[in-house]
């Protein structure tokens, strides 16, 4: 899995419906970025999400605490493929790091209990002709393996096209990390290449592989380009 880190926080139990998700969404306002808030407002009523077991929500600082409990209970799943931040100032610096225009994160939760099964990252976001960001994503122990991680990663991928207008997203993912490449496969994304060293992850350079997917290849897409776009 790519280098992500995450945060999580207070959600409450039994959402049954989509506007429930919206005021949980405005709800965490306070907290998180305001912009990334209203994008994922518009894109839950736009989206017929009912059947999907999970929702999205932004990362907050209120999340701190069941995050770090979370990261440490995952410290044995995650090893050796990335690193999550583990005390408070981590935390804080990571969630100070999203600024919706480069980046965003965002929690993945249970919709009828609002656990936090896992966290995507929408990294190095880059607008002009590239329209292109890197995506990082991670479950938590205590839900790995009931495919949480892969609906909300789905959510994210039409989030992404849908509201952000990104054209292509690529997840970088080391060769021994069968579980990840297996999923992005399953999601659509195409094997691009190797790159040697390309990210510094548990205190050395590791090769990671480069898959990636572009709004052409998911099946309501494409979508209008991002008004930055040229035209030419």
Known sequence: MPGLVTEIGTFPANVPNGANVLSVIQGDRAGGSPETAAELEAFFADERTERSRVVLRPITYRDRDEFLGLVRASVDLHHPWMSLPATPEEFRSYVDRFDHVTGQGLLICVRETGAMAGVVNINSIIRGRLQSASVGYAAFAP?????????????VLRYAFQRLRLHRLEAQIQPGNHASITLVRRLG????????????????????????????????????PHPTLPLH
């Not at 839900?143 to 959510?155: D, Q, V, W």
């Not at 094997?191 to 309501?220: K, Q």
């Open 143 to 155: 839900f790995a393996g009931r495919g949480y991680l892969s609906e909300g990663l789905s959510l």
């Open 189 to 224: 994304f195409r094997y691009e290449g190797c790159s040697p060293e390309l990210l510094f992850i548990n205190g050395a350079w590791r090769d990671h592989e480069r898959w990636a997917i572009t709004t052409s290849m998911v099946g309501d897409g494409p979508w209008p």
